[in-house]
Nanobody, 126 residues
Framework: QLRLVESGGGLVQPGGSLRLSCAASGFDLDYYAIGWFRQAPGKEREGVSCISSSGGDTNYADSVKGRFTISRDNAKNTVNTVYLQMNSLKPEDTAVYYC????????????????WGQGTQVTVSS
């Protein structure tokens, strides 16, 4: 069964940091770009960041540029993992964060992704 698993969410104060992780189960992420999306209550889901399979191409939403950093660990013989480092968090970053995978994609735009995780809650509040 192919699935993605997110972890690392939680409650943090404004200005704080969190690192989200996304790992694959049942398939190899070698040829997949990974996108991070978020959905706040009452709002549409939005793309946050994307990284290509090699890590050479990245994309960020304007609202998170300069605060969030996406990276991936493609080392052999390990579980491929993608990270989203989130710094200087704001209350408006509060949402459920999802990672998603799309094969042979170079992170130009936000098309439909093929595989999705179950989401992890991020709450920024004092």
């Amino acid at each position: 069964q192919l699935r993605l698993v997110e972890s690392g969410g939680g409650l943090v104060q404004p200005g704080g940091s969190l690192r989200l992780s996304c790992a694959a189960s049942g398939f190899d992420l070698d040829y997949y770009a990974i996108g991070w999306f978020r959905q706040a209550p009452g709002k549409e889901r939005e793309g946050v960041s994307c990284i290509s399979s090699s890590g050479g191409d990245t994309n960020y939403a304007d609202s998170v540029k300069g605060r969030f950093t996406i990276s991936r660990d493609n080392a052999k013989n390990t579980v491929n993992t993608v990270y989203l480092q989130m710094n200087s968090l704001k209350p408006e970053d509060t949402a459920v964060y999802y990672c998603a995978a799309l094969k042979y994609f170079y992170c130009a735009g936000w098309p439909s992704f093929d595989y999705w995780g179950q989401g992890t809650q991020v709450t920024v509040s004092s």
